[in-house]
């Protein structure tokens, strides 16, 4: 089903015969590790397409949302500076 929506929005996209387009995820159902992920890249293989793991976590897109209302110019920034921060973090994230 997942495979199935990413299809149709590719199709409904139009994008052009030789774009590769990455696809990223995100929620609780993808924290089941390769239950779900292994399957859905194999799939996406049929696609000009690459499922790719997010990057940041979650907490973060509410931050750079936040910041957006603040100031535009300076969430553009923030992005950089939350990937460096959270390397020095342990557990490391998939950035």
Known sequence: ???LSIKGVYHALSFPLDAHVK???SGGLFSEGNFIIAPL???MEQL????VPPALP???G???LAMQNISS???KNLCPVLK???QKEEPPWNL
């Open 1 to 3: 089903e997942l495979y």
């Open 84 to 86: 460096s921060e959270l």
């Open 58 to 60: 979650p907490v973060c």
């Open 23 to 25: 696809v990223t995820y």
């Open 73 to 75: 110019n300076r969430a």
């Open 62 to 64: 509410g931050i750079l």
């Open 48 to 51: 000009p397409a690459e499922l």
């Open 41 to 43: 890249s194999r799939l």
